[in-house]
T-cell receptor
Framework: DGGITQSPKYLFRKEGQNVTLSCEQN?????MYWYRQDPGQGLRLIYY???????QKGDIAEGYSVSREKKESFPLTVTSAQKNPTAFYLC????????????FGQGTRLTVV | GNSVTQMEGPVTLSEEAFLTINCTYT??????LFWYVQYPGEGLQLLLK?????DKGSNKGFEATYRKETTSFHLEKGSVQVSDSAVYFC????????????FGTGTRLQVTL
């Protein structure tokens, strides 16, 4: 089946560690996105990529990094510089263009312990 | 810039009641409008969309009409079910920002027997 796969579903991080969240899509979409979800704040855009080997910062990119070496993959690294990383992280993909909808993965819940 | 404002929740209804969740937006140009639904612990799923003024999106008994004159995209359903309990997000994309979504903060709906 076509779709977006995020892994792991749950992730625990110690203070000072970097962790990487995986996102893979087989929808042949050009654009991919990472959103952060906190209670009562909706979804906020972290990074997005419209084409392989290119990506742009979203609204809350500080403390995060990404790569886009393959069309299907858009991993997100939460670095130790991110002061409050506990959140639900959602990856999405879409065709380019303002009238196209995005498809979302099941999310990764990251908790700092 | 672009923004979306939703009514705050939670909204609690009895089964078979009428549902309205208000959504208004601010955007220049010609945005496309979306409603997404999120069930507990999951990612977002597209519920319906409208890409130009006066368009009506509909799916699974839910409807929303793109009203440019009032900059609104209110979600309605004539008779809710317990299975409709979820968080509903209004969102937009806009020319100039391509396929990036701007989300409202979400409205939690709880339907009881």
């Amino acid at each position: 089946d076509g779709g977006i796969t995020q892994s792991p579903k749950y992730l625990f991080r110690k203070e000072g560690q970097n962790v990487t969240l995986s996102c893979e899509q087989n929808l042949n979409h050009d654009a991919m996105y990472w959103y952060r979800q906190d209670p009562g704040q909706g979804l906020r855009l972290i990074y997005y990529s419209q084409i392989v080997n290119d990506f742009q910062k979203g609204d809350i990119a500080e403390g995060y990094s990404v790569s886009r070496e393959k069309k299907e993959s858009f991993p997100l690294t939460v670095t130790s510089a991110q002061k409050n990383p506990t959140a639900f992280y959602l990856c999405a993909s879409s065709q380019e263009g303002a009238r196209t909808e995005a498809f979302f993965g099941q999310g990764t819940r990251l908790t700092v312990v | 810039g672009n923004s979306v404002t939703q009514m705050e929740g939670p909204v609690t209804l009895s089964e078979e009641a009428f549902l309205t969740i208000n959504c208004t937006y601010t955007a220049t140009g010609y945005p496309s409008l979306f409603w997404y639904v999120q069930y507990p612990g999951e990612g977002l799923q597209l519920l319906l969309k409208a890409t130009k003024a006066d368009d009506k999106g509909s799916n699974k008994g839910f409807e929303a009409t793109y009203r440019k004159e009032t900059t609104s995209f209110h979600l309605e359903k004539g008779s809710v079910q317990v299975s409709d309990s979820a968080v509903y997000f209004c969102a937009l994309t806009n020319t100039g920002t391509a396929s990036k979504l701007t989300f409202g903060t979400g409205t939690r709906l709880q339907v009881t027997l």
